[in-house]
């Protein structure tokens, strides 16, 4: 399912006696030194688990090597969840947000801890014995992202986040310069995708607030009731835009059994959901959350896929410059490739 934490990977380190200076004069918190782990998942922010005293606390910060500071924005992040934590249960609260990058070498925040089972790989063996909780807990999952759409952000003080008019072009153009910026090797099918979705960008269908990254690897489950959602977790990409945007990437996610095993087993999917509900099912259940009906969500899924495949590539990209030692993302060419090709068959079937 998934792994707590981990020691902390080379190159990753942050400077556990700066941090636990700076975190004494704070005084909301314990004196005494402090310990630090990482959490193993994640490919963008970096997350770790600080023990002071008897307390714990999640610390995140962007990845090294960013140069891009307002695509991992911390006092965003803190910001947000600020206020979002507020209105929207499944949000984690923050605690601190710091901007001296002489304590750990970036800025960073800290947030209360959230507990709970993350569905990567392997799935608990109640999930696997059941059928019916599968679908509850897809069910679950879908009706939280509906949830989360449906609510008032002008009131919650989140109006500001994101500008909906012409946003889905935005955002094809936005990550089609991402990617070529970015790019290291020819990925055909992943370019003709680029082009279909220039020529095919919908109208918006609605406003509301996203998570942008929606999937089962930032869903934190009760591991006592498995159809509850305890957190929403890694908000760095949260604005304000079409909410069908939002469940499009949910969807690029949601592998299915003809990507074949690598993809299938790729560590962070739930490989038991992917092969036992289908992308339409999915799709289905949150427009039931929702209570709307959804156009051909075709648009919507296979820009996902290319979403997804940019960041893989940005990620592979920043590997290959040395900005991270993480061996996980060795081989994310491959992943954005797969993408790519997942991307141009959907085009080509004209479905999901």
């Not at 704070?26 to 005293?53: C, D, E, H, M, W």
């Not at 153009?173 to 020529?199: N, Q, V």
């Not at 489950?221 to 929403?232: I, Q």
């Not at 959350?289 to 940005?314: C, E, H, S, W």
Request: proline fraction near 5%; include cysteine; charged fraction near 25%.
């Amino acid at each position: 399912m998934n792994r707590e934490t981990m020691s902390v990977r080379a190159g990753e380190e942050i400077n556990a006696e700066e941090l636990s200076r700076y975190l004494e004069s704070q005084s909301k918190f314990p004196a005494g030194n402090i310990s630090v782990a990482q959490f193993p998942a994640g490919s963008s922010n970096l997350t770790y688990l600080i023990r002071a005293a008897s307390e714990e606390y999640v610390l995140r910060r962007p990845p090294f090597g960013n140069t891009v500071k307002t695509a991992h924005d911390m006092r965003r992040e803190f910001d947000v969840l600020s206020k979002l934590s507020a209105v929207y249960a499944p949000a984690p609260k923050p605690i601190l947000f710091c901007d001296d990058e002489t304590v750990i070498g970036s800025e960073f925040y800290l947030m209360e801890r959230r507990h709970g089972i993350v569905l990567r790989g392997r799935s608990p063996e109640v999930l696997e014995a059941s059928p019916e909780l599968q679908r509850k807990v897809c069910e679950s999952f879908a009706r939280n992202l509906a949830e989360l759409h449906a609510l008032d952000y002008e009131s919650a003080g989140l109006g500001s986040l994101g500008r909906p008019d012409g946003y889905c072009r935005r955002q094809v153009e936005g990550w089609t310069k991402r990617y070529f910026a970015s790019k290291t090797d020819e990925l055909p099918e992943l370019e003709m995708a680029i082009g279909w979705l220039h020529e095919n960008v919908p109208d918006e269908s609605g406003a509301g607030l996203i998570h942008n990254d929606y999937k089962f690897d930032n869903v934190m489950l009760d591991p006592n009731d498995l159809t509850r959602v305890n957190a929403v977790l890694d908000w760095e990409m949260v604005t304000v835009g079409d909410p069908l945007m939002d469940l499009g990437t949910t969807l690029g996610y949601w592998i299915s059994p003809d990507a074949g095993d690598e993809m299938l087993s790729m560590p962070f999917n739930p490989r038991l959901l992917m092969e036992n509900i289908s992308r339409q099912e999915l799709v289905d259940m949150y427009a039931l959350a929702a209570n709307r009906t959804l156009p051909d969500m075709l648009f919507y899924y296979v820009f996902g896929t290319f979403k997804i495949a940019v960041i893989a590539q940005q990620i592979y990209s920043r590997y290959l410059k040395g900005f991270t030692r993480d061996e996980r993302f060795a081989r994310f060419d491959s992943f954005a490739a797969a993408l790519g090709m997942i991307a141009a068959r959907a085009i080509h079937r004209r479905g999901l």
